[in-house]
């Protein structure tokens, strides 16, 4: 029996996830297989404010996931992993405990339950009276009837392999090509103290493939992805393992080609889709409100204040269907909202969670995100993005006699202080009389937030939100997120040799 006959064979012993609603399927996992009552969450609940906490929430997880990796037609690993328990988070004051346990038993979670009020507060023991929840049904941004989980293991070999095959037939000098495949379905329910009562499913899918180019000493990479929350009518209304498979491999052969990139202060066009991660990176993490609520963010006390160009529109908004962002509810339990961060370059608010919301008074505007049942919720962005422009790009070409094109970024690194960024393009061209001429490599740029973003001076009208590929890292969390940009020239940027 080879390798891959028992990697199908493990397959089948896999437990089936129940069907229907969001709310149908909690119930079925939570209250049916797992046994977890109505009355086993006001318990739980009762034990977190024993102590007089002001609040207490519960987050149970229940999350399914599956991966393939293919290295030069050799599966490299193929695993399935279920995780699942509950967290357990009180607040009092400014004060925060927080527990969880994967154990789903009635006395393991009030265990966690009173360790996370005793961290929290150490007032007199009190009770609580029973709750009867508020069951909150959101608006479905992702509905999936069939998901990538749902493909058997054989088919999501092929696609792989159509991946690879793709991506060696384009040139000859791709030498190595390494494709995965990852697909979750993530059941959580949310239930809080103040009776909000809200579940959802989430699905999540993303391919990637990553080629290593070589000619004679010269060696470059290349990597392309798609994703999103989205199920198998996505995979079979396209041939994405084709698309990305030979994109990968044009990366990598388009960089053997590639001269060094110039360096100084000169213009920078960033293509529509993937360079939103510099919004992400440079504005999107300064205008979250624990940043601001605490004074550290360059972006702290300034709403109502000229912060960008008048020609910059910027939002955050969890409602983008199948997006990588996209949420029926945040992880505690409130739905998302199209929030509107930056309008004509004025800041007009950050992203909040309960806490950042309660202290500037306002409502929580759905970014209250988490990795996990084991993690806390913290203000985090979901899709963020600058709205279209009214200018052809073909103009915001011609308008640049030496400058650069940057198409996609490997990511980047900010200063939430003060705003200063570097960020690494993977493919970018120098920009020369109005047309886009040489490839380059070696580059970064550096800038700072508030700063680039005064310097916009003309925004394209083919706005595009990118493939589904990126995760944001905060604290020591990850989440997924989604970005977007039209074609955008910023007048004068730093660009720097590697």
């Keep these: 029996m080879d390798q891959e006959e028992v990697l199908l064979e493990e397959q089948e012993t896999v437990l089936q996830l129940p069907t229907g609603t969001p709310d149908q399927m909690a119930k079925a996992l939570f209250e049916g297989q797992m046994g977890v009552t109505d009355f086993h969450m006001h318990q739980v609940l009762q034990a977190a404010l024993c102590r007089g906490g002001d609040y207490a929430d519960l987050y149970f997880e229940y999350a399914y996931r599956t991966s393939v990796v293919m290295e030069e037609s050799i599966i490299k690993n193929s695993s399935i992993s279920i995780s699942k328990g509950v967290g357990v988070r009180v607040l009092k004051g400014d004060q925060t405990g927080y527990a969880y346990s994967e154990d789903l038993s009635l006395d393991a979670m009030q265990r966690a339950a009173r360790t996370a009020a005793s961290i929290a507060t150490s007032a007199t023991v009190k009770e609580h009276e029973g709750y009867r929840f508020n069951r909150l049904k959101p608006s479905n941004y992702y509905p999936v009837t069939r998901t990538v989980t749902d493909l058997p293991l054989a088919d999501k070999i092929t696609k792989i392999q159509d991946a690879e095959r793709a991506a060696h037939n384009y040139d000859p000098r791709i030498k190595r090509v390494t494709v995965s495949m990852v697909d979750t379905v993530d059941i959580v329910r949310i239930v809080t103290s103040d009776r909000r009562f809200v579940s959802d499913v989430r699905p999540m899918f993303r391919m990637n493939v990553h080629c290593v180019a070589q000619e004679d000493k010269n060696v470059q990479t290349g990597s392309a992805g798609v994703g999103g929350r989205v199920g198998l009518p996505f995979l079979e209304a396209e041939d994405h393992p084709n698309q990305i498979g030979k994109k990968a491999a044009t990366e990598a ?54 912060v960008a160009s008048p020609l910059c529109t910027i939002y955050d908004t969890g409602t983008i269907d199948h997006d990588r962002g996209a949420l029926n509810c945040d992880d505690e339990g409130f739905l998302p909202s199209q929030n509107l961060l930056i309008e004509n370059g004025i800041l007009r608010g950050y992203m909040h969670d309960r806490i950042s919301a309660a202290h500037y008074d306002l409502v929580p505007t759905g970014n209250g995100r988490r990795e996990s049942y084991a993690h806390y919720p913290m203000p985090r962005m979901t899709t963020t993005y600058l709205a279209n422009g009214e200018t052809d790009p073909e103009e915001i070409l011609e308008a640049v006699d030496q400058g ?32 886009i001429t040489k490839p380059i490599k070696n580059l970064t740029l550096i800038g700072n937030g508030p700063d680039a973003m005064s310097r916009v001076s003309l925004v394209g009208n083919d706005f595009a939100f990118s493939e589904g590929i990126w995760t944001c890292g905060k604290d020591g969390q990850s989440v997924p997120v989604g970005v977007g940009l039209p074609t955008v020239l910023i007048s004068e940027m730093t660009v720097g040799g590697m």
């Excluded at 919004?279 to 204040?305: C, Q, T, W």
């Excluded at 990511?411 to 993977?426: E, K, L, R, W, Y």
Aim: aromatic residues 8%; charged residues 15%; contains cysteine.
């Design 404 to 435: 650069i094109y940057c198409v996609s970024f490997s990511g980047g690194q900010v200063d939430i202080s003060n705003g200063d960024f570097v960020f690494v393009p993977t493919v970018a061209y120098l920009v020369e009389k109005g047309k």
């Design 253 to 306: 052969i388009l960089l053997l080609g590639a001269e060094q990139a110039p360096s100084g202060s000169m213009p920078v066009i960033l293509g529509p889709a993937q360079s939103g991660i510099l919004l992400h990176e440079a504005v999107g993490h300064p205008l979250e409100a624990d940043f601001n609520r605490k004074g550290s963010s360059a972006y702290s006390g300034r709403i109502g204040e000229q």
